[in-house]
């Protein structure tokens, strides 16, 4: 009974690995944030902000820099990234291999707008208080300022 339930076990792993991997390599809906560059830059140019990564060069495509990754994406179709060189943007789609099959191409903001009223939060402070918008509110108003580990 037991070398039975053995060789059931193995046939179902047998059975199932090529359908999970199929499923694993198929391609998903996600969404990637970075810098339109030409794809004549690599990423340690685009990491440095190297002016070739904005200069047209021949046979030159628009593409993703995720400084996140940093990893450099094609993107198809051209035309949803067109007119966005230089600009922070988000790309939704799907990726197959390096290239990313575009959906959509937006601007991406960062924080909030001038003027416009931050949310309701609530938050611990390094001594381990609550903090909320109001209790941080003085006299002149207040200025919220959100920095970015070197290291992210």
């Known amino acids: ?9 193995v046939d179902v792993f047998f059975l199932l690995s090529p359908i999970m991997a199929e499923q694993a390599s ?11 560059v030409y794809s004549s830059c690599n990423a340690d140019e ?3 902000e190297s002016r070739e990564c904005f ?5 030159a495509n628009l593409s993703l820099y995720d400084d996140t990754n940093r990893v450099v994406y094609s993107i198809e179709p051209q035309e ?4 966005h060189l230089g600009d922070s943007v988000t790309v939704r789609g799907t990726l197959a291999g390096d290239t ?11 924080g909030l707008a001038v003027g416009q009223k931050a ?8 001594f381990g208080r609550t903090q909320t918008l109001e209790s941080l509110k003085g006299a002149n108003g207040t200025v919220l ?4 580990s070197a290291d992210w």
């Open 100 to 110: 990313i099959h575009a959906t959509s191409v937006e601007l991406m903001s960062i």
């Open 80 to 83: 949803l990234a067109a007119g």
């Open 46 to 48: 685009a990491f440095n």
């Open 1 to 9: 009974m037991t070398k039975y339930l053995f060789f059931l076990l």
């Open 145 to 148: 300022l959100f920095f970015r």
């Open 119 to 126: 949310p309701a939060f609530s938050l611990h402070d390094q």
């Open 55 to 59: 200069l047209s060069a021949p046979g």
């Open 26 to 36: 198929a391609p998903h809906s996600a969404a990637w944030s970075g810098i339109i």
